[in-house]
């Protein structure tokens, strides 16, 4: 079956170390985006790629960064420089404006 | 003010009522989404809506685009339907989320 798979479902991490999140895709969706939630507030766009070898910041970029080297893949690194690191994080992947999925969520602490 | 506008926040209901979730938003869409988010965190599409009206079992969606706003009702609700529903637009490049409506139904 189609999806997008998030690994891992939580994650630790010790302050001043960098994680990576893991986002895959087998929709053949050509578009993939990361948000964060936070606790009573919507998702915030963090980045997003529209095609292979390109991405864009989205409304929370610093202390984050992705790369997209693989149509299937949009792994996102949140970095020491991110001073707020503890949050849900999604993904999700579109074919079109019309049609997205997400996957289920990291959930990341800091400790 | 924040792009999409989700009312209530929070709605507790008695199992077997008629639940209705609104969602005003200010910006010109593509499509607007209502999504489904269980405890554990993972994101269930339930509707995409550019126009009318959508019915999936006991779930309806609504939107009128001149006024810029979509319901979502849940007939004969029933426990399982607790969960946070979540509005979003479709943009060029993005969507905008609602903060989410968090429902809990009781047996």
């Known amino acids: 079956d189609g999806g997008i798979t998030q690994s891992p479902k939580y994650l630790f991490r010790k302050e001043g170390q960098n994680v990576t999140l893991s986002c895959e895709q087998n929709?053949?969706?050509?578009?993939m985006y990361w948000y964060r939630q936070d606790p009573g507030q919507g998702l915030r766009l963090i980045y997003y790629?529209?095609?292979?070898?390109?991405?864009q910041k989205g409304d929370i970029a610093e202390g984050y960064s992705v790369s997209r080297e693989k149509k299937e893949s949009f792994p996102l690194t949140v970095t020491s420089a991110q001073k707020n690191p503890t949050a849900f994080y999604l993904c999700?992947?579109?074919?079109?404006?019309?049609?997205?999925?997400f996957g289920s969520g990291t959930r990341l602490t800091v400790v | 003010k924040n792009e999409v506008e989700q009312s209530p926040q929070n709605l507790t209901a008695q199992e077997g009522e008629f639940i209705t979730i609104n969602c005003s938003y200010s910006?010109?869409?593509?499509?607007l989404h209502w999504l489904q988010q269980h405890p554990g965190g993972g994101i269930v599409s339930l509707f995409m809506?550019?126009?009318g009206k959508k019915k999936h079992g006991r779930l309806i969606a609504t939107i009128n685009i001149q006024e810029k706003h979509s319901s979502l009702h849940i007939t004969a609700s029933h426990p399982r339907d607790s969960a946070v529903y979540i509005c979003?637009?479709?943009?060029?490049?993005?969507?905008?989320f609602g903060a989410g409506t968090r429902l809990t139904v009781k047996p």
């Open positions: 999700a992947s579109s074919l079109t404006d019309y049609g997205y999925t």
């Open positions: 979003a637009v479709g943009l060029t490049n993005d969507m905008r």
């Open positions: 809506l550019s126009s």
């Open positions: 929709l053949n969706h050509d578009a």
């Open positions: 910006v010109g869409i593509s499509a």
């Open positions: 790629s529209q095609i292979v070898n390109d991405f």
